[in-house]
């Protein structure tokens, strides 16, 4: 039995997420369904984690275990072959039986997209958010930086979270800018459920001047989600990359 690592890229407009879904469009789906017409077996795909529907991905990661003797330098091409378009399968690679792209999983990259442009954008209208006021970027940087370290992230989790526990530890939280496009890039060990977008939300009210970056400190300690930002649409999130060791 060979284990089989996927390195994915996707656009999420079209799709449910992630997840597989009986009646609805999701992209571990499509993939499955792909891979059974390679390998002519009926595949578990597991990713590193969901993403949600909207979402995009530039390096999701998945593993699934099959008996096929295809040359793994062909893996990526016949998959791709006989999948949409907005999924892209960027690299497959042959790893040790153990390796399990979720539990394995050390540290994620996520990046929301902002266009501060004046007029907005047509063509990418549907990867970014448009805001067109003004932000205070200085003040944003300062208050991204309030979220790195281990914290309850209580305050900034939609309802509807599986999780047990809502600590989480972010390694690192920047404000990149290029040119009118703001990126708030999120570096952790998981997110809860609309974490990112929330934190993204929180920071656009920063950048607002809605609030003080130095109020960020307490609102995580509030561990209210009244207090923190609006949750901002999925279609200008990206989950970057996953790390292992």
């Known amino acids: 039995m060979r284990n089989i690592k996927l390195t994915i890229e996707y656009d999420g407009k079209e799709f449910n997420g992630w997840q597989k879904q009986p009646t609805k469009l999701n992209i571990q789906g499509e993939i499955e369904r792909a891979i059974e017409i390679i390998t002519k077996e009926q595949v578990d795909l597991t990713a590193s984690g969901r993403t949600d529907a909207g979402v995009h991905a530039i390096g999701q990661v998945a593993n699934f275990k099959t008996n096929s003797n295809l040359p793994i330098e062909k893996f990526a091409i016949a998959i791709n072959s006989k999948l949409k378009k907005s999924i892209r399968i960027q690299k497959a690679e042959e790893v040790e039986e153990r ?30 958010y448009y805001v067109p006021v003004k932000l205070n970027i200085e003040e944003m940087k300062k208050a991204i930086k309030y979220f790195e370290g281990e914290h309850d992230f209580k305050g900034f989790k939609a309802s509807g979270t599986s999780s047990k526990s809502s600590v989480r530890k972010i390694y690192k939280a920047n404000i990149i800018e290029e040119g009118e496009r703001i990126g708030i890039e999120l570096t952790g060990n998981g997110f809860l459920y609309n974490m990112v977008r929330i934190i993204a939300g929180t920071l656009v009210d920063v950048g607002l001047g809605k609030i003080k970056a130095e109020e960020i400190e307490k609102i995580i300690e509030s561990k209210d989600r009244t207090k923190s930002g609006k949750t901002l649409p999925p279609h200008a999130l990206y989950l970057l990359k996953v790390e292992y060791e």
């Open 99 to 128: 390796f399990h792209s979720r539990y394995n999983c050390k540290q994620k990259t996520y990046r929301y997209v902002i266009n501060n442009a004046e007029q907005g954008s047509a063509i990418y209208r549907n990867l970014e």
